[in-house]
T-cell receptor
Framework: GENVGLHLPTLSVQEGDNSIINCAYS??????FIWYKQESGKGPQFIIDIRSNMDKRQGQRVTVLLNKTVKHLSLQIAATQPGDSAVYFCAENPYDKIIFGKGTRLHILP | DSGVTQTPKHLITATGQRVTLRCSPRSGDLSVYWYQQSLDQGLQFLIQ???????AKGNILERFSAQQFPDLHSELNLSSLELGDSALYFCASSPSTGDYTGELFFGEGSRLTVL
């Protein structure tokens, strides 16, 4: 079914530490996964994507890991900054749709 | 600025009423997606259009309908409104030709409040 879920609704991280946001998906038909960031009062913004033929992809300060065996996706943010404070969504593309998970709120501690 | 324009930004109306939300996609993008985001909820996929044609449907209520016009702008019509329809409605566009990959560019959303 359409079930892109997240393990934790809120994650608090010390500024400067690394953040890891997790996502479980259930659609084996999905072959493309995306992470989006939504700041307060704004629409979601693309962070990084990964195709199912890869297990890791790196961007600027972000890394996405994909484990197809257990249908798990994670977003790692290095050296978390105050500007990283937002809600993070994973999304997948099963059956001609793009489905989003419920989101994880990342809270940065000073 | 994503290049996607949504109007109105805020809308307050009463139960039983009908509203229309409008979306102008980024120049050149043929795909338009509509999502509903309730308080502390994720983004619920409603419907997608590609070059004027409906491509995919999600959990869209029968009271809701949408269309994409020849100039590629899209409208989401919500009728017989209920309190539970209060939410942020996002439109997103994509240059994707239909393989459901690639970035979605989101508008700032239309916040609907039903009283």
């Amino acid at each position: 079914g359409e079930n892109v879920g997240l393990h934790l609704p809120t994650l608090s991280v010390q500024e400067g530490d690394n953040s890891i946001i997790n996502c479980a998906y259930s659609n084996s038909a999905s072959d493309y996964f995306i992470w989006y960031k939504q700041e307060s009062g704004k629409g979601p913004q693309f962070i990084i994507d990964i195709r199912s033929n890869m297990d890791k992809r790196q961007g600027q300060r972000v890394t996405v890991l994909l484990n197809k065996t257990v249908k798990h996706l994670s977003l790692q943010i290095a050296a978390t900054q105050p500007g990283d404070s937002a809600v993070y969504f994973c999304a997948e593309n099963p059956y001609d749709k793009i489905i989003f998970g419920k989101g994880t709120r990342l809270h940065i501690l000073p | 600025d994503s290049g996607v324009t949504q109007t109105p930004k805020h809308l307050i109306t009463a139960t039983g009423q009908r509203v229309t939300l409008r979306c102008s996609p980024r120049s050149g993008d043929l795909s338009v997606y509509w999502y509903q985001q309730s308080l502390d909820q994720g983004l619920q996929f409603l419907i997608q259009y590609y070059n004027g044609e409906e491509r995919a449907k999600g959990n869209i209520l029968e009271r809701f309908s949408a269309q994409q016009f020849p100039d590629l702008h899209s409208e989401l019509n919500l009728s017989s409104l209920e309190l539970g329809d209060s939410a942020l409605y996002f439109c997103a566009s994509s240059p994707s030709t239909g393989d459901y990959t690639g970035e979605l560019f989101f508008g700032e959303g239309s916040r609907l409040t039903v009283l």
